[in-house]
C-alpha cells in the first residue's frame, strides 16, 4: 500500500505517520476548522485533491462519509493515511467532519472519457447489477455518489475491492472480481464524466 | 351602432352560458368527483365489484388484479389513447400502484414523494415529500409501490422505516411511526394494508441480515397493535432435503447440525423480509403473505437449518398476528430465488376436482404454486414459465452457472387472474447468473449477500408474459418479451391484460390467447403495475412510466392516464 503515497507526497505522509500515533478516544481540543484544515491538505482547498487518486469528499453523502469514518478508525477499512487520521475522532467528532464536508457543493472534475468506455461500462454495470445499489450514480445515505468522482480513485478502490485490500463492504469483493481490468479503468472514466441530474 | 349592440349582447349572452356550465361543472365536480370521499370499510371490502375506484394496490383484498370494468374491451382497445400525462418531480424508478378514490388519484415516486391528482385531467391536487432522515439502507432502488387509503387517510411506508398517516384532503402530514432501525437495514418501498383499524405493512431488509416482520398499527394513532416476526426463534424447521417440486437442494445436513450446534439458532439476523401487500380474508379473519430470502442471500455455512419462515407462503390472524399455517418453497435458500410477488386468493381445484378457497404464488423460481386456504398445503405447481438450468448447483467460490437467475422467474412483480377463465397472468425474466458465495460475518446494517449474483453479460436476456391455468398448472399461452419484465399486470373484465416492458412499450394482450392488440410507446421503462378506474362513464387505465433502478430500464417521471378515444 506505500506504493500509493510515494508519488513524491512525503509532507502528508509524515503527517498521516504523525496522526496515526495519537490516541484512538475523543480528540482533545477539537476543533472543527483545524481538522478540516487538514483534511484540505489532501481532499482539496476547493474540493478537488491534490492528487487523481484522491477521494472527493465536498458533498459526498453524510452518512457514508461518518461509516468510513468509523470504519478506518475501527481498522475495517484499511488505509496507511486514513486510518491514522480518523481514530483520533469519536462517533460525534466524526459526526461533525461528515456533516461538515457533506454540506459542500461537490467540485468540478476534469473529463478524461475515453472512446469505447460507455459501452464497456454499460457491460460491467449490466453483468455487476451496479444499479441496484447506485441507481443513477448520486448517492444516498449509505451509498457514495460516484458521479463526477475522480477516475484515479474509482478505478483504485475497485481494485482494492477485487484484490481483497478493501474490505469494509464485503459483498463487493466478489461483484468486483467478475470485472476485469479493463473494464474497471473504463467504468472509472465514464463514472467520473457522469454529472446527477 | 345596430351591429356593434347586438354583437355585445351576443357576447353577454355567451358568457352567461359559460359562466352557467363552469358552475355547473363545479358543483358537479364538488359533488360527485374531485371532492373528498371518505373510504369506508365497505367500501375496500367490496372493491373487487367496485368499476370505479381502484383502492388497494392490487385491486381488491383478495389481489386479484382483476378489474371489473369492461367499457374498454379486446374490441375496441385499439382505440386507447392517453387522457393526459402527469410529470412528477423525481426521474427515476417508478413502482407505483395509482390508486383512485372517487376521481382522485394517488401516487407515489421514488425517496417518497406522494402526489394527489384530478384522475380525469392529471391537474396536481397535492404535492407531499417525505421529510427523510439521514439514514436509510435499502436493496434495489429508493422505490415506492404506493398509498393506501382508508377514511381520509393516506398511509405510506418510508425508505427511513416509517409509517406516515397524511391527510387525504390536504396532504398534510397527520402522524409517524418509526417501524423499525434505519441503520440496521430495515426499510419500506411496499404500499401498506388497511383492515378496519389497522394498517398492516412488512419490511425489506432481507440483504442487511434483518428479522423480518408483519406489523399492525392503530389507523388512527400509529400505535402498534401485533407484530409477526417472520423468522421465529426455533427456526431449524424439518431439515428438508428437497423443494416444494420434488428437486434435492443438495444441502450437507450433517455440517449443518454441527453448525447448528456450535453457533447456535441464527434467527436474529436471518432476513425474511416481507416485500408485498398480504392478502386478506375477512370471513375467516386470516391474512396470506410471501416470505422473502434468509441472510446473507447466497452463504448458508452462517445459518444451519430450514431457516423457516423464509421463501415461504405464511397465514396469520388478522386481528392477533398469530401464527396459522405456511408453507416453505426453498428450505435454506442460498439463491435468493425466494418468494416475493404477492399471494392471490380464489377459488381452485384441488386434487379431487373439488372447487376450495386457494392461494396462489407466482415464485422467483418461475413456478405458480398453488395451495389450500384452509392449511396453506400445496394442490400443484405449474409448468416453469421460464427456462430451468442446473437447479440446484450450489453456489461456488468461482461462481456457478444456473437458470433462472436470481431475479427470477418472477421478481416482486404482482400476478393477476381471470377468475372466469381460471388463468393467472405472470410477468417473467430470464437473466442467465453465476452465483458466487464468500462467507463474511454480519456487518452490522451493510450489504449482506455473502458473495453476488452476477448476469453473464454475454448470454441473451428475455423475458415473458405467461397465462397459467391454476386448476391443472399448464401454460395456456405464453408471449415472449424483448427485455427480462418487472412491473406488474392487470387483468380486465374487458378480456385484456395491460403490462409494460423495460424498453417503454405498454401493452395490451387478449387475455383469452395472448393475441397483442394495443401498444404504447412511454419513452420510459413502463415497470409498475397498471390500474383502472371509471369517472363520468368512462374507463381509464393508468400507468407509471420511471423505468427501473434494480434492471436498470431508462427512467422517466410519467403517470400516463388512458381512454378511449371519441
Known amino acids: 500500500m506505500i506504493r500509493r503515497f510515494s508519488a513524491g507526497l512525503a509532507a502528508p505522509a509524515a503527517l498521516a505517520a504523525l496522526l496515526a500515533a495519537a490516541p484512538a478516544a475523543a480528540k482533545e481540543d477539537f476543533v472543527l476548522e483545524d481538522e478540516v484544515a487538514v483534511c484540505t491538505g489532501c481532499h482539496g482547498e476547493a474540493g478537488v485533491p491534490v492528487e487523481p487518486d484522491y477521494p472527493v469528499i465536498w458533498g459526498q453523502q453524510y452518512f457514508y462519509i461518518f461509516t468510513q469514518l468509523r470504519d478506518y478508525g475501527a481498522g475495517r477499512r484499511q488505509n496507511d493515511v486514513m486510518t491514522g487520521i480518523a481514530a483520533e475522532y469519536d462517533r460525534d467528532q466524526a459526526k461533525l467532519l461528515a456533516e461538515h464536508f457533506a454540506g459542500l457543493a461537490w467540485p468540478d472534475i476534469p473529463s478524461q472519457t475515453e472512446e469505447g468506455d460507455a459501452a464497456l461500462a454499460e457491460k460491467g454495470i449490466t453483468g455487476g447489477q451496479c444499479s441496484a445499489c447506485h441507481g443513477k450514480w448520486q448517492g444516498d445515505s449509505r451509498i457514495p455518489r460516484l458521479a463526477g468522482q475522480q477516475a484515479g480513485y474509482l478505478a483504485r478502490t475497485m481494485e482494492d475491492f477485487k484484490t481483497d485490500v478493501r474490505m469494509n463492504a464485503p459483498d463487493k469483493n466478489s461483484t468486483m472480481k467478475q470485472l476485469d481490468d479493463a473494464t474497471i479503468a473504463a467504468l472509472s472514466r465514464y463514472l467520473s464524466d457522469l454529472d446527477i441530474q | ?566
Open chain 2, 1 to 566: 351602432m345596430a351591429e356593434w349592440s347586438s354583437k355585445a349582447s351576443l357576447v353577454c349572452v355567451a358568457l352567461v352560458v359559460s359562466s352557467a356550465a363552469t358552475a355547473q361543472e363545479e358543483t358537479s365536480a364538488s359533488t360527485l368527483y374531485g371532492d373528498l370521499q371518505s373510504v369506508t370499510q365497505n367500501m375496500l371490502t367490496r372493491a373487487a365489484g367496485d368499476g370505479n375506484n381502484f383502492l388497494h394496490t392490487n385491486g381488491n383484498y383478495a389481489q386479484t388484479r382483476y378489474y371489473p370494468a369492461s367499457q374498454i374491451d379486446a374490441g375496441n382497445v385499439r382505440n386507447l389513447r392517453p387522457a393526459w400525462i402527469f410529470q412528477t418531480e423525481i426521474v427515476d424508478t417508478m413502482e407505483t400502484s395509482p390508486i383512485v378514490v372517487n376521481g382522485v388519484m394517488y401516487v407515489t415516486t421514488a425517496f417518497n414523494h406522494v402526489y394527489a391528482l384530478d384522475a380525469r385531467t392529471g391537474r396536481q391536487i397535492w404535492h407531499h415529500k417525505h421529510a427523510m432522515g439521514p439514514v436509510t439502507t435499502y436493496c434495489c432502488g429508493p422505490n415506492n409501490r404506493g398509498v393506501a387509503v382508508a377514511g381520509d387517510k393516506v398511509f405510506m411506508g418510508t425508505l427511513d422505516a416509517k409509517l406516515v398517516a397524511l391527510d387525504a384532503k390536504t396532504g398534510k402530514q397527520l402522524w409517524e411511526t418509526q417501524i423499525a432501525e434505519a441503520e440496521l437495514g430495515y426499510s419500506e418501498t411496499m404500499a401498506p394494508s388497511v383492515v378496519e383499524n389497522m394498517v398492516l405493512i412488512g419490511t425489506n431488509g432481507g440483504e442487511y441480515g434483518i428479522r423480518g416482520f408483519v406489523k399492525a398499527f392503530d389507523t388512527e394513532t400509529g400505535e402498534l397493535i401485533w407484530t409477526f416476526h417472520t423468522v421465529p426463534e426455533d427456526s431449524t424447521g424439518v431439515w428438508a432435503t428437497h423443494d416444494a417440486t420434488g428437486r434435492d437442494m443438495m444441502r450437507d445436513i450433517e455440517a449443518e447440525k454441527a453448525a447448528l450446534a456450535s453457533m447456535g439458532d441464527p434467527y436474529e439476523t436471518l432476513g425474511g423480509g416481507v416485500w408485498q401487500n398480504p392478502a386478506v380474508d375477512l370471513e375467516t379473519r386470516r391474512i396470506y403473505f410471501v416470505v422473502g430470502n434468509p441472510s446473507p442471500d447466497l452463504d448458508g455455512s452462517l445459518r444451519p437449518g430450514d431457516n423457516l419462515y423464509t421463501d415461504s407462503l405464511v397465514s396469520v390472524d388478522l386481528d392477533t398476528g398469530e401464527y396459522v399455517c405456511h408453507f416453505q418453497y426453498i428450505a435454506h435458500d442460498v439463491w435468493d430465488l425466494d418468494a416475493v410477488s404477492p399471494p392471490i386468493l380464489t377459488m381452485v381445484q384441488d386434487e379431487a376436482g373439488n372447487d376450495v378457497k386457494g392461494v396462489l404464488h407466482g415464485g422467483k423460481t418461475g413456478h405458480v404454486y398453488v395451495h389450500k386456504a384452509d392449511d396453506c398445503s400445496m394442490i400443484r405447481f405449474s409448468e416453469a414459465m421460464v427456462p430451468q438450468e442446473n437447479m440446484w448447483t450450489l453456489p461456488t467460490a468461482e461462481g456457478a452457472r444456473m437458470l433462472p437467475g436470481a431475479n427470477g422467474g418472477v421478481e416482486w412483480s404482482p400476478m393477476a387472474i381471470d377468475p372466469q377463465l381460471r388463468l393467472s397472468y405472470a410477468i417473467n425474466l430470464h437473466q442467465p447468473m453465476t452465483y458466487t458465495v464468500r462467507s463474511t460475518p454480519y456487518p452490522e446494517g451493510k450489504l449482506w449477500l455473502g458473495g453476488s449474483f452476477d448476469v453473464i453479460a454475454d448470454e441473451e436476456q428475455w423475458g415473458n408474459v405467461t397465462a397459467v391455468d391454476y386448476d391443472t398448472g399448464r401454460i395456456a399461452w405464453q408471449v415472449r418479451t424483448a427485455e427480462p419484465m418487472i412491473g406488474g399486470i392487470l387483468a380486465t373484465a374487458g378480456g385484456l391484460v395491460f403490462t409494460g416492458e423495460g424498453n417503454g412499450l405498454f401493452k395490451a394482450y387478449d387475455s383469452s390467447n395472448g393475441a397483442e392488440l394495443w401498444r404504447f410507446q412511454a419513452g420510459a421503462g413502463v415497470n409498475a403495475p397498471p390500474s383502472s378506474y371509471t369517472v363520468e362513464g368512462q374507463q381509464y387505465i393508468v400507468v407509471a412510466a420511471g423505468g427501473n433502478a434494480q434492471l436498470n430500464y431508462k427512467r422517466g417521471n410519467n403517470i400516463i392516464a388512458f381512454t378511449l378515444a371519441d
